[in-house]
């Protein structure tokens, strides 16, 4: 039985890798967005509400950084605390990004966002106290690692030279979306990971998740570098 939950496992794994690599030279934006965004005037709020919480659902880099987070998180308040931390940092940088206009090289976020996925499964493994006999703040990593997620949030929008006209009210919209979103698979990985933890397979493919955690955001980090070094 072990055996075969770890094929399954890994079989999930190379499937969302396969994802991941789409979503990665797509740059996360699909053709029905891509032609909303060029074409939007005004203010459209259920839209980029919709756009916003459809881009977290299918973010898989934010999505496995929070999978880490989470983890080895089993109080709800400690939970919260961590997620909340995270949503500061990327709401603040969304926003502050797109209304002031700071243009980031995309691929160099997005690189930074398969790294802070490294980061996690590093930390979750024990690595920092093992390498460096020292452990960095996780709530300050989690809110500087999510000030980046949220760059690469405002990266995908800037693409698209958005009006003035409505633009603070959809970029609020777009927010709402992406926490909307956020929420809801966040819940979804909530409840696959309480239920998992209930059998004895969680502690003995614990540090095979969180390798195979590395290995996603180093493939991650390889995409996004190798299209900066391309384009």
């Known amino acids: 039985m072990p055996g075969s939950i770890l094929k399954i496992t890994a079989y999930l794994f190379i499937a969302a890798l396969a994802l991941v690599s ?8 699909d053709d029905k967005t891509r032609a909303f965004l060029l074409q939007n005037e005004g203010v459209q709020f259920v839209p980029f509400l919709y756009i916003g919480a ?6 898989y880099d934010h999505l496995l950084f929070l999978v880490g987070v989470i983890f080895f998180l089993y109080r709800s308040k400690d939970i919260l605390l961590y997620v909340t931390m995270f949503t500061i940092g990327h709401s603040t940088t969304l926003l502050f990004g797109v209304l002031s206009d700071i243009q980031v090289n995309a691929y160099l976020i997005d690189a930074i966002i398969g790294f802070s996925v490294i980061y ?7 690595g920092f106290r093992r390498c460096f006999n020292w452990q960095p703040s996780t709530r300050w990593a989690v809110l500087i690692f999510g000030l ?11 693409d698209f030279q958005l009006p003035e006209e409505g633009l603070i009210t959809n970029l609020i919209a777009f927010n709402i979306g992406v926490e909307l979103g956020q929420f809801a698979a966040l819940a979804i ?3 696959v990971i309480n239920a998992w933890r209930k059998h004895t ?16 955001g180093v493939m991650l980090m390889g995409f996004q570098l190798t ?3 391309v384009n």
């Not at 459809?54 to 973010?59: C, D, E, L």
């Not at 996690?120 to 024990?126: A, Q, V």
């Not at 397979?201 to 996603?216: G, H």
């Open 201 to 216: 397979s969680f502690q003995r493919f614990s540090t095979t998740t969180n390798a195979a955690l590395m290995s996603a």
């Open 148 to 158: 980046f997620h949220g760059f690469g949030l405002a990266t995908k929008l800037q």
């Open 227 to 229: 299209g900066f070094f």
């Open 189 to 191: 990985i909530l409840i």
């Open 120 to 126: 996690k499964g590093f930390d979750n493994l024990g």
């Open 54 to 59: 459809k881009h977290m659902i299918t973010g």
């Open 22 to 29: 789409i979503e990665a030279f797509a740059h996360g934006v």
